[in-house]
């Protein structure tokens, strides 16, 4: 198997877990069940049980710049300025959260 195939097998991964999750939550009890606590409690346990990739994921640092280059496409630039405007308009200035 080659790297690129198991890169693509790994980033499908947690997408199929949560997909699978949810559609045995539904069979079992219902669509109600169906909660982001229920899906995050799942995607917690694929965590656990793949530590390396869920860090690859989640926790490892990359070199992407959102919004702040000209290279960046315009759609991009868009998406995080109304980002930028929701955040601001919910908490305020992003850098006085947690400041008494």
Same mark, same amino acid.
């Given at each position: 198997?080659?790297?690129? /195939?198991?890169?693509?097998? !790994?980033?499908?991964?947690?997408?199929?877990?949560?997909?699978?999750?949810?559609?045995?939550?539904?069979?079992? !009890?219902?669509?109600?069940?169906?909660?982001?606590?229920?899906?995050?409690? /799942?995607?917690?346990?694929?965590?656990?049980?793949?530590?390396?990739?869920?860090?690859?994921?989640?926790?490892?640092?990359?070199?992407? /710049?959102?919004?702040?280059?000209? !290279?960046?496409?315009?759609?991009?630039?868009?998406?995080?300025?109304?980002?930028?405007?929701?955040?601001?308009?919910?908490?305020?200035?992003?850098?006085?959260?947690?400041?008494?």
């Amino acid at each position: 198997m080659s790297i690129k /195939t198991r890169r693509e097998r !790994e980033r499908a991964q947690p997408r199929q877990l949560i997909i699978t999750a949810a559609r045995e939550l539904a069979e079992a !009890e219902g669509w109600d069940a169906v909660t982001t606590r229920r899906l995050a409690d /799942t995607y917690l346990n694929f965590a656990v049980t793949r530590p390396a990739l869920y860090e690859a994921m989640f926790v490892m640092p990359i070199d992407v /710049t959102f919004g702040g280059t000209s !290279e960046t496409p315009a759609p991009l630039k868009e998406a995080f300025g109304g980002l930028d405007l929701l955040i601001d308009h919910l908490i305020g200035d992003p850098s006085q959260v947690g400041r008494s």
